[in-house]
């Protein structure tokens, strides 16, 4: 459901406020149930404590010194302190900052900074699961527990990735909607001859869907890409590209996680591997590494490209749909299943949006 206080909280960040007026930043949808990433797994170091943003809940996210990691909500169950300013990792507790009282990886109190005998009190704990290099965070609206997971991906012979993390005015739908959004790739993205390989495919809270289209490179003329995709929920996407001619393949990963009614941190990232077998492996991994640091610049300025329209669209729940414009309709009825609360009436927005500037 939208609320009038986490509209109100994006006054505290005004930049992409005033990217797009009042009509586009009304909610596009309700928040989505299902996986979202809150950091990628390198971020969070054994001993770190991090916070992170989530459908308007601020939440803490730790690393044993064993390397467990944890998701809870952050204030302490004894006098309400805030875990994640100031508190600190001991072993396999965390401490809360006020009254040194500490809490084990279940969420309950085990000890007080005083040798008291501890409170029944524990930590709310949030379900976890660090896959594919992010940590991601179950969502229900209803509260139920996690009712499917996020499948690893092979990333075999694959350098570590060039990672981005951008916060903007969206909605996760309409990231991975841009998946199969067929139409869009030659006007934005400077594709030719883009095609379907594999229909869309829908496997209950996942779906995957393969296409190609042939790009000009600026040394080496057209190339012929293909693309095969698999998405998991609205908040995980993953694509595998390939371009024969070059022997060149190459990973991405987006994920779309809503820190509030209107925005979403999209952290994305992506790796290049190349070579026929050829070289010698060692070879392969460090023109590999470099390729992949080469163009990750390159790669993060083409996604940018889609990050303006983005921004300033809207959510139409009829549009006018033509020939080219890929499988949109069986996406949206997919896509269906992740809304466990209705959408606000109009009137509802807009009266919760009139505090924005």
């Known amino acids: 459901m939208i609320h009038t206080h986490e509209l109100a909280r994006l006054l505290r960040d005004r930049r992409p406020l005033e ?51 944890r998701v809870v909500e952050p204030y302490c169950p004894h006098l309400g302190a805030h875990l994640g300013h100031g508190g600190w990792i001991d072993g396999e507790q965390i401490i809360c900052p006020f009254h040194h009282f500490a809490f084990d990886t279940d969420g309950a109190c085990v000890r007080t900074g005083y040798g008291t005998r501890p409170p ?16 991601l965070v179950w969502h229900h609206a209803g509260g139920a527990p996690p009712a499917w997971e996020v499948s690893p991906q092979a990333v075999d012979e694959f350098p570590p990735p060039f990672r ?19 139409g869009h790739i030659g006007p934005v993205h400077g ?29 080496g003329g057209p190339l012929d890409i293909e693309f095969d995709i698999v998405v998991h929920g609205l908040g995980h996407l993953w694509v595998d590209a390939t371009i024969p001619r070059l022997h060149t393949a190459a990973t991405f990963q987006a994920m779309a996680t809503p820190i509030d009614p209107c925005r979403i941190e999209l952290r994305y990232s992506v790796a290049l591997r190349v070579g026929d077998g050829s070289a010698s492996e060692r070879a392969r991994l460090l023109a590999s590494r470099v390729l992949t640091r080469a163009l990750g610049p390159a790669f993060r300025r083409d996604m940018e490209r889609d990050f303006p329209i983005w921004q300033h669209k ?44």
């Open 19 to 69: 990217q797009a007026p009042s009509a586009e930043l009304q909610p596009r949808r309700p928040y989505p149930d299902g996986w979202f990433a809150v950091a990628f797994a390198e971020e969070l170091a054994p001993g770190r404590v991090l916070r992170r943003r989530l459908m308007g809940e601020e939440l803490v996210i730790y690393r044993t010194r064993r390397g467990v990691v």
């Open 191 to 219: 594709y030719r001859n883009v095609r379907l390989r594999r229909r869309f495919t829908p496997d209950g809270p996942s779906f995957t869907i393969a296409a190609a289209g042939e790009r000009r490179m600026p040394l």
């Open 164 to 182: 981005q993390v951008s916060t903007l005015v969206d909605h996760p739908q309409d990231v991975v909607e841009n998946a199969v959004d067929l």
């Open 314 to 357: 809207i959510y139409l729940d009829r549009p006018r749909l033509a020939k080219g414009d890929g499988p949109l309709p069986e996406f949206r009825r997919w896509a269906g299943q992740f809304y466990s609360e209705p959408a606000a009436p109009a009137a509802a927005r807009a009266h919760a949006l009139s505090a924005c500037p």
């Open 120 to 135: 029944a009190a524990r930590l709310v704990t949030r379900e976890v699961r660090e896959v594919n290099g992010a940590l």
